[in-house]
């Protein structure tokens, strides 16, 4: 098979020292794995900026989705009210999550080329008392759109409001300072900017809010509860855990430190996406989304017009050596490019090189 890179938002392409750390195969019970664990949980305190006195790491396997369900079903209890913002799939696919577990919930959306108005959420907590959470995506995937995190956080802090963030896509690639804004839990997966291969999700969370949720669950598997206390215990994992995608996230975790953390690895993937936007849109293929609410993690571009066939033009990347993403949207026709994992400007320059080709050959001629 043809080698290829992934411009996708996770799975991405990872670094083959991190793929050979999962040529071993290793024991669950063992001292080494355990304390693997136990590093990868106090590592992630670190990055998110927290003191681990206040805030624990809780690892669980699965998808982001998995992550981000636990905590709907674990932390919210029979009489809270979750506000769910709403503007990409993946803050629909939490209201599916909330209508699954039956937990009381409304939802805020605006277009998908929008982001939430901090007056709008002001007007409905004040007109619904009832509201205790809020649950908010940060960099939604489905557009590459940025959440404005520390207006909503402020808001949350001002009306003592509990606070999810899905950082699913952002977290280790954005610095997200998580106990200055008072977040209470936030969400990411080991396949995201981490670097690391899927297989499992982590959920950092404020010690205080989840010593409350014990028996609160809907569901033993995703019982957040009862994995961090079980994890607590020496860093074992409650039932089978990936340990080969543990290994390699435990190496993607040093090589983030190596890069110089997540300052460095922001500014690399913010350079990747200017020079991806600034290239594009020369050839006239532009972006959905303004620039001033543009993630540096991946771009939604428009069709550039009514030649352009996505299939076609998927192939054609494709053999020359990158993967690309379909649109997520079903109003317009539009494809997306993620420029994070190992990913360099180098790589963006030689993508645009061969669209730029492709331009020529088939749109353009
Ligand atoms: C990737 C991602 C998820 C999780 O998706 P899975 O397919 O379950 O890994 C959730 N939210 C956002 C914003 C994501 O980018």
């Known amino acids: 098979m ?5 411009l996708t938002p996770g799975p991405l392409t990872t670094t083959s020292s991190v793929k050979e750390e999962m040529l071993f195969d290793r024991c669950t019970w063992d001292d080494d794995y355990k304390k693997m664990t136990q590093q990868i949980r106090r590592r992630l305190l670190e990055i998110a900026l927290v003191s681990p006195h206040t805030y624990t790491a809780v690892l669980l396997q699965g998808s982001g989705s998995f992550g981000v369900e636990a905590v709907l079903a674990t932390c919210i209890q029979p ?45 409905m907590l004040k007109n619904d008392r009832c509201i205790t959470h809020i649950a908010m995506v940060h960099c939604e995937t489905t557009t590459g759109i940025l959440n404005p995190l520390e207006e909503i956080a402020n808001i949350c802090k001002k009306n003592n409001i509990t606070f999810i963030v899905d950082a699913m896509s952002s977290f280790g690639g954005i610095e997200i300072k998580v106990e200055d804004l008072a977040i209470d839990y936030l969400i990411s997966s080991a396949n995201k900017c981490i670097q ?34 079980c994890m607590e215990k020496e860093g074992k994992w409650r039932f089978t855990s990936p340990t080969h995608v543990v290994a390699a996230f435990s190496k993607a975790l040093e090589e983030l430190t190596a890069e110089g953390g997540v300052l460095a690895r922001y500014k690399r993937y913010r350079e990747n996406n200017r020079v991806l936007r600034d290239k594009l849109k020369a050839m006239g293929i532009t972006a959905y989304i303004r620039e001033e609410v543009q993630s540096p993690i991946i771009t939604t571009f428009l069709f550039p017009g009514i030649k352009f066939d996505f299939a076609d033009f998927y192939q054609y990347v494709k ?41 020529e050959e088939r749109i353009n001629e």
């Open 319 to 359: 053999a020359n050596g990158f993967v690309l993403y379909p649109g997520k949207l079903t109003d317009v026709n539009t494809f997306r490019i993620g420029n994070i994992g190992e990913v360099y400007k180098q790589d963006i320059v030689q993508l645009c090189d061969i669209i730029e080709k492709y331009m």
């Open 2 to 6: 043809e080698n290829y890179k992934l």
């Open 196 to 229: 690391g291969v899927p297989g499992f999700c982590f959920v950092v969370a404020k010690i205080e809010k989840l010593l409350s949720c014990q028996g609160t669950a809907k569901s033993l598997s995703l019982d957040l509860y009862d994995q961090w206390k």
């Open 79 to 123: 009489e809270d009210k979750c506000l769910i913002i709403v503007n990409g799939a993946y803050g629909e696919r939490m209201v599916t999550m909330a209508k699954y577990i039956g937990i009381n919930y409304v939802v805020y959306s605006v277009p998908y080329d929008r982001i939430p108005a901090v007056n709008d959420i002001a007007v």
